[in-house]
């Protein structure tokens, strides 16, 4: 008996430190995500009072619907250019704010840059309809110093929509990666930067060098996590374009929303949402994968 | 399936939870409405009911109303619904085909009710599958908002009457420069991306057009040509508002407000935030400009009882309260609406601004269309309109393209 | 003579390190005001009477300062009840999710078990379905549960986004930490707890304030759960209250840039103070190295 409670012990102490968070997201998530793929297995439910099982049917309707297919390309665009625009951002002004200045210099900078974060997404796409309008601030600064010669509405035209979006989106998302990079930063040893400096390397050469393999188990993460939100990012879509004007900025996300709550297709935005996990899924167990290579 | 079963427990826990209250019974009124008057006016008012019904409570859940419509849905899938719901008449047909709601004939047929039926704005009671579904707490007619100083800037007196008038003011209103515009169209797809409904029907309307023929769709009509292209005219006049594709409806109502467009085409209750907000506007309501038709679109809040209720007769015994003249009328005034209960119309109209008399005039003179109410997926429909709209207006498709489009994804929406 | 030598040499070290910091401020400053304008409008419009939001040609500077959005909103009781749940929500969220999520990743960083990877895509995986559709269900669960209407309810939902980012976060930063801490400290007759809380976490502090930040600012923002979970006008947080601004017949836009001016107020105080205390920790974590 003893030997068992020692063995447990040993080989059990990780498994203790696990079980809270598992048996949290285990209990809340386990059932609603299994109905998710029941649902998806139906003609319709929730507002059908007897659903007929139809298997795969919404599956192959799915990746027949050629709205499935743009709204897949406008994701890729979407989470790519939002996921690169907020590295680019995050990691230069993780490292400008990092740089050596007073501290006080440094908490003020710091948390003005976070702000972008702090408001709910009704407030932000409300705000940024009015700068974007035709007549908003922006349009008004961009004639004024002459670099369009008309206003442009910038989340009506479908030339222009999907880049607002991606604009938007950047500016709303750096401040985690500018955050989570920071924190990184700080726990790099400054003897790896003298060494470095002894060995004559640059600005660039440190960056490359020193900062980002010390950083990689830091960058692996927020980039998997932040891949994963934006690949289904739902309210700032939403809320800013609406996927329009026509479909041009149309996502799996507001397409899953459109489904369930506009139509009232629960299965087929099951379906839809799925989909989203399986794309989601297959990225994750390549990451994991990759992860146990870098360990 | 077993999503019934797990909906059996699920309500079976919520009636444990329900049911250790006194003998008092509570009700639940869901709605958007106390979240357009803050003042707490909602709130005195299910107090002054409580206060003469000792035996109920009411207590309000107050959704933005962007959210009333998905809430009333996920609510009774949960088996939470409401028993008395905040309804908007363009949710009906969907929410019948699930069987959210209680027909109310047998309610409405009582002895003791406090109102007469035929008092009543009768868009909302019109039967449907041989039923009635909901009672109107009160009514918005469509009008058309006028700043009269820009009418006069551009060399009129009064304002635009017919289609070729109004055609005409908003080019010339337009032409005035300085970022002002005749006339804007909110064809944001923003949700709830409902400009089409806000400001096309209203013309469509008074152009003696259709949208449904019955409860079937009927939009590549030649009327609903007509007005797309009257529509499309007073783009390439320049008349419209820039930016229509981004356009909401908040923004184009606050540039009125602003006294950047001639001409607002909304309901009538925004007199308030129009006169609220900007005083010095000179700026009277007039009837929608017709096309040899003297019809308006009606809009209102209705009331409708869950079919999920087990406290139906409280429920009614609340509505009751609602549309009683005297609290329908201050119903009606807190919103600067038109009551429900339209014997309540002289206590409306008595000492009213010219925004309510015009109103009133509206209801007296003109007939009244609603299409909606009985329109399948009306919610999706309006996106399809607001899509195909924006790339009329882009000049991407004719008119009759963007109706022969509207009509046949709507019909793939329904199948 | 060398040692003037390697004085000039450090004089123009200096000189150039002064120029260096001096480009460094105008960078900061320059993008700070770039970044942080659409959030200068949000205030500049929560200042104005709204007419003059809509106004031509767009004004920066409030023409007639307007206070009344503020006064409304801090007047209603309504409102303060909105923040008072939003920050004790975020709070406790933000301090469960530490907790449970550190420990968590304290096993996955620092042991290889059975079953490893699969509780790792398992804890991720919870992230890949697109919430909306999960919202029934789960709603279905937290009415089960008994929960509905309650801030415990929206305490178990936020917990169940936050957890994976916690754990995920937490076990990219404990991973950066080398594993001779732990061997020493161990030879010091330190458990594995003691490891943890002695040796990893001071060094890992800056990591644990951005999860926290993250946590925080999650919950604080979270829209459609605390609407669809909560019912009483008691239960509503700040993003259901600002979004009841925006009205079948229009938009309060100086009343909910001021409320969501009034309530951002507090979190970024929060972040400035809890910004030392990462500074703090480096120096901790340094004298440990």
């Given at each position: 008996?003893?030997?068992?409670?020692?063995?447990?012990?040993?080989?059990?102490?990780?498994?203790?430190?696990?079980?809270?968070?598992?048996?949290?997201?285990?209990?809340?998530?386990?059932?609603?995500?299994?109905?998710?793929?029941?649902?998806?297995?139906?003609?319709?439910?929730?507002?059908?009072?007897?659903?007929?099982?139809?298997?795969?049917?919404?599956?192959?309707?799915?990746?027949?619907?050629?709205?499935?297919?743009?709204?897949?390309?406008?994701?890729?665009?979407?989470?790519?250019?939002?996921?690169?625009?907020?590295?680019?951002?995050?990691?230069?002004?993780?490292?400008?704010?990092?740089?050596?200045?007073?501290?006080?210099?440094?908490?003020?900078?710091?948390?003005?840059?976070?702000?972008?974060?702090?408001?709910?997404?009704?407030?932000?796409?409300?705000?940024?309809?009015?700068?974007?309008?035709?007549?908003?601030?922006?349009?008004?600064?961009?004639?004024?110093?002459?670099?369009?010669?008309?206003?442009?509405?910038?989340?009506?035209?479908?030339?222009?929509?999907?880049?607002?979006?991606?604009?938007?989106?950047?500016?709303?998302?750096?401040?985690?990666?500018?955050?989570?990079?920071?924190?990184?930063?700080?726990?790099?040893?400054?003897?790896?930067?003298?060494?470095?400096?002894?060995?004559?390397?640059?600005?660039?050469?440190?960056?490359?060098?020193?900062?980002?393999?010390?950083?990689?188990?830091?960058?692996?993460?927020?980039?998997?996590?932040?891949?994963?939100?934006?690949?289904?990012?739902?309210?700032?879509?939403?809320?800013?374009?609406?996927?329009?004007?026509?479909?041009?900025?149309?996502?799996?996300?507001?397409?899953?929303?459109?489904?369930?709550?506009?139509?009232?297709?629960?299965?087929?935005?099951?379906?839809?949402?799925?989909?989203?996990?399986?794309?989601?899924?297959?990225?994750?167990?390549?990451?994991?994968?990759?992860?146990?290579?870098?360990? | 399936?077993?999503?019934?079963?797990?909906?059996?427990?699920?309500?079976?826990?919520?009636?444990?939870?329900?049911?250790?209250?006194?003998?008092?019974?509570?009700?639940?009124?869901?709605?958007?409405?106390?979240?357009?008057?803050?003042?707490?006016?909602?709130?005195?008012?299910?107090?002054?009911?409580?206060?003469?019904?000792?035996?109920?409570?009411?207590?309000?859940?107050?959704?933005?109303?962007?959210?009333?419509?998905?809430?009333?849905?996920?609510?009774?899938?949960?088996?939470?619904?409401?028993?008395?719901?905040?309804?908007?008449?363009?949710?009906?047909?969907?929410?019948?085909?699930?069987?959210?709601?209680?027909?109310?004939?047998?309610?409405?047929?009582?002895?003791?009710?406090?109102?007469?039926?035929?008092?009543?704005?009768?868009?909302?009671?019109?039967?449907?599958?041989?039923?009635?579904?909901?009672?109107?707490?009160?009514?918005?007619?469509?009008?058309?908002?006028?700043?009269?100083?820009?009418?006069?800037?551009?060399?009129?007196?009064?304002?635009?009457?017919?289609?070729?008038?109004?055609?005409?003011?908003?080019?010339?209103?337009?032409?005035?420069?300085?970022?002002?515009?005749?006339?804007?169209?909110?064809l944001s797809s923003q949700p709830p991306a409902n400009g089409p409904i806000l400001t096309f029907l209203p013309l469509l309307y008074a152009n003696g057009g259709r949208i449904m023929d019955g409860t079937t769709p009927n939009f590549d009509n030649p009327k609903v040509v007509e007005t797309l292209q009257y529509i499309a005219d007073l783009n390439d006049a320049g008349a419209l508002a820039p930016g229509a594709a981004s356009r909401t409806g908040g923004v184009d109502l606050e540039e009125f407000i602003a006294g950047r467009t001639g001409f607002l085409i909304s309901p009538g209750v925004?007199?308030?935030?129009?006169?609220?907000?900007?005083?010095?506007?000179?700026?009277?309501?007039?009837?929608?400009?017709?096309?040899?038709?003297?019809?308006?679109?009606?809009?209102?809040?209705?009331?409708?009882?869950?079919?999920?209720?087990?406290?139906?007769?409280?429920?009614?015994?609340?509505?009751?309260?609602?549309?009683?003249?005297?609290?329908?009328?201050?119903?009606?005034?807190?919103?600067?609406?038109?009551?429900g209960n339209l014997s309540a119309l002289d206590i409306v109209g008595e000492g009213a601004g010219d925004v309510m008399q015009s109103q009133i005039a509206i209801l007296a003179n003109d007939e009244p269309v609603e299409e909606l109410r009985q329109a399948p997926n009306a919610v999706g429909s309006w996106s399809l309109m607001t899509e195909e709209m924006q790339a009329m207006l882009r000049g991407d498709q004719t008119p009759q393209e963007a109706a022969t489009k509207v009509q046949s994804r709507w019909l793939d929406l329904i199948d | 003579m060398s040692d003037t030598a390697t004085n000039?040499?450090?004089?123009?070290?200096?000189?150039?390190?002064?120029?260096?910091?001096?480009?460094?401020?105008?960078?900061?400053?320059?993008?700070?005001?770039?970044?942080?304008?659409?959030?200068?409008?949000?205030?500049?419009?929560?200042?104005?009477?709204?007419?003059?939001?809509?106004?031509?040609?767009?004004?920066?500077?409030?023409?007639?300062?307007?206070?009344?959005?503020?006064?409304?909103?801090?007047?209603?009781?309504?409102?303060?009840?909105?923040?008072?749940?939003?920050?004790?929500?975020?709070?406790?969220?933000?301090?469960?999710?530490?907790?449970?999520?550190?420990?968590?990743?304290?096993?996955?960083s620092r042991y290889r078990f059975f079953g490893d990877k699969t509780a790792k895509l398992f804890v991720i995986t919870t992230q890949m379905v697109p919430t909306i559709t999960l919202l029934i269900p789960f709603f279905g669960v937290i009415v089960w549960l008994r929960l509905y209407d309650s801030i415990w309810g929206l305490i178990l939902t936020y917990l169940t986004f936050s957890l994976p980012y916690a754990v995920i976060m937490m076990n990219g930063y404990l991973d950066t930490i080398p594993k001779d801490f732990d061997e020493a400290a161990t030879i010091d007759g330190c458990g594995?707890?003691?490891?943890?809380?002695?040796?990893?976490?001071?060094?890992?502090?800056?990591?644990?304030?951005?999860?926290?930040?993250?946590?925080?600012?999650?919950?604080?923002?979270?829209?459609?759960?605390?609407?669809?979970?909560?019912?009483?006008?008691?239960?509503?947080?700040?993003?259901?209250?600002?979004?009841?601004?925006?009205?079948?017949?229009?938009?309060?836009?100086?009343?909910?840039?001021?409320?969501?001016?009034?309530?951002?107020?507090?979190?970024?105080?929060?972040?400035?103070?809890?910004?030392?205390?990462?500074?703090?920790?480096?120096?901790?974590?340094?004298?440990?190295?």
């Amino acid at each position: 008996m003893s030997r068992v409670i020692n063995g447990l012990k040993e080989n059990g102490t990780p498994y203790f430190f696990l079980l809270p968070c598992i048996v949290i997201l285990g209990a809340l998530l386990s059932v609603p995500l299994y109905k998710v793929v029941e649902y998806s297995l139906y003609d319709n439910v929730i507002v059908e009072r007897n659903p007929t099982f139809v298997g795969l049917q919404n599956y192959s309707n799915l990746l027949t619907d050629s709205a499935f297919w743009s709204a897949s390309v406008n994701t890729l665009i979407f989470t790519l250019g939002s996921v690169i625009g907020h590295i680019i951002v995050g990691t230069g002004l993780a490292l400008l704010v990092n740089a050596e200045i007073h501290p006080r210099a440094q908490t003020v900078f710091r948390s003005l840059l976070i702000l972008p974060w702090i408001f709910t997404a009704v407030v932000v796409a409300l705000n940024w309809q009015l700068l974007l309008n035709p007549f908003g601030v922006i349009n008004y600064g961009l004639t004024e110093i002459g670099l369009i010669d008309t206003p442009i509405d910038w989340l009506g035209d479908p030339a222009f929509a999907m880049w607002a979006l991606l604009l938007i989106s950047t500016w709303r998302g750096y401040p985690f990666i500018m955050v989570s990079f920071l924190s990184g930063l700080q726990s790099i040893p400054k003897e790896l930067y003298e060494a470095a400096e002894i060995d004559g390397a640059g600005f660039f050469a440190k960056f490359w060098h020193v900062t980002v393999p010390q950083l990689k188990p830091v960058i692996y993460g927020v980039a998997l996590l932040d891949l994963i939100w934006t690949f289904q990012l739902f309210p700032l879509v939403w809320l800013t374009t609406g996927g329009g004007p026509g479909r041009s900025t149309e996502v799996l996300s507001t397409m899953t929303f459109r489904q369930g709550f506009v139509d009232f297709e629960f299965s087929q935005a099951a379906t839809t949402a799925v989909s989203i996990l399986i794309i989601s899924a297959a990225f994750t167990i390549l990451y994991l994968r990759n992860e146990k290579q870098k360990i | 399936m077993k999503f019934p079963s797990v909906m059996k427990s699920v309500m079976a826990g919520a009636m444990l939870c329900a049911g250790s209250a006194s003998a008092q019974t509570e009700i639940e009124w869901l709605q958007w409405f106390a979240a357009e008057n803050v003042d707490g006016f909602y709130e005195s008012l299910v107090e002054e009911f409580e206060a003469s019904h000792p035996d109920i409570t009411v207590k309000l859940v107050t959704q933005p109303f962007g959210k009333v419509r998905e809430s009333i849905v996920t609510d009774s899938a949960i088996g939470l619904g409401s028993d008395v719901l905040g309804l908007n008449m363009p949710w009906t047909s969907e929410f019948l085909e699930i069987g959210l709601l209680e027909p109310l004939d047998d309610y409405l047929a009582r002895d003791d009710n406090s109102f007469a039926t035929a008092d009543l704005v009768q868009a909302p009671i019109g039967k449907i599958d041989g039923q009635v579904w909901m009672v109107p707490l009160n009514a918005f007619p469509f009008v058309m908002h006028v700043n009269m100083d820009l009418v006069e800037q551009a060399g009129f007196t009064a304002p635009p009457t017919t289609w070729e008038e109004f055609s005409e003011q908003a080019t010339a209103i337009a032409a005035l420069g300085d970022g002002i515009s005749g006339f804007g169209i909110p064809l944001s797809s923003q949700p709830p991306a409902n400009g089409p409904i806000l400001t096309f029907l209203p013309l469509l309307y008074a152009n003696g057009g259709r949208i449904m023929d019955g409860t079937t769709p009927n939009f590549d009509n030649p009327k609903v040509v007509e007005t797309l292209q009257y529509i499309a005219d007073l783009n390439d006049a320049g008349a419209l508002a820039p930016g229509a594709a981004s356009r909401t409806g908040g923004v184009d109502l606050e540039e009125f407000i602003a006294g950047r467009t001639g001409f607002l085409i909304s309901p009538g209750v925004h007199a308030q935030a129009i006169e609220g907000r900007n005083a010095d506007l000179n700026y009277v309501a007039a009837a929608v400009p017709n096309n040899g038709t003297k019809a308006y679109r009606v809009h209102g809040w209705e009331l409708g009882i869950s079919s999920g209720s087990d406290k139906k007769d409280e429920a009614w015994t609340f509505i009751n309260f609602l549309l009683s003249k005297d609290v329908n009328a201050r119903v009606a005034a807190a919103s600067n609406a038109l009551p429900g209960n339209l014997s309540a119309l002289d206590i409306v109209g008595e000492g009213a601004g010219d925004v309510m008399q015009s109103q009133i005039a509206i209801l007296a003179n003109d007939e009244p269309v609603e299409e909606l109410r009985q329109a399948p997926n009306a919610v999706g429909s309006w996106s399809l309109m607001t899509e195909e709209m924006q790339a009329m207006l882009r000049g991407d498709q004719t008119p009759q393209e963007a109706a022969t489009k509207v009509q046949s994804r709507w019909l793939d929406l329904i199948d | 003579m060398s040692d003037t030598a390697t004085n000039h040499a450090s004089v123009n070290e200096e000189r150039q390190k002064f120029y260096r910091r001096v480009m460094v401020y105008v960078a900061l400053t320059v993008v700070t005001l770039i970044l942080a304008f659409p959030i200068i409008w949000m205030v500049s419009v929560s200042l104005k009477p709204t007419v003059e939001t809509f106004s031509l040609p767009p004004r920066l500077i409030p023409e007639t300062l307007s206070f009344d959005g503020y006064v409304r909103v801090l007047e209603n009781p309504q409102f303060r009840r909105f923040l008072l749940n939003s920050y004790i929500l975020g709070l406790v969220v933000t301090l469960l999710s530490l907790v449970i999520g550190t420990l968590a990743a304290f096993g996955f960083s620092r042991y290889r078990f059975f079953g490893d990877k699969t509780a790792k895509l398992f804890v991720i995986t919870t992230q890949m379905v697109p919430t909306i559709t999960l919202l029934i269900p789960f709603f279905g669960v937290i009415v089960w549960l008994r929960l509905y209407d309650s801030i415990w309810g929206l305490i178990l939902t936020y917990l169940t986004f936050s957890l994976p980012y916690a754990v995920i976060m937490m076990n990219g930063y404990l991973d950066t930490i080398p594993k001779d801490f732990d061997e020493a400290a161990t030879i010091d007759g330190c458990g594995p707890l003691g490891v943890l809380f002695r040796v990893l976490l001071p060094v890992a502090m800056p990591g644990i304030i951005s999860t926290a930040v993250y946590t925080f600012l999650l919950s604080w923002n979270e829209f459609l759960f605390a609407l669809a979970l909560t019912r009483s006008i008691e239960m509503r947080t700040v993003p259901v209250g600002i979004s009841m601004m925006v009205g079948e017949f229009g938009l309060k836009w100086d009343e909910m840039m001021a409320f969501s001016v009034i309530g951002s107020l507090p979190v970024l105080i929060l972040f400035m103070l809890v910004q030392r205390f990462v500074v703090s920790g480096l120096s901790a974590g340094g004298i440990k190295g």
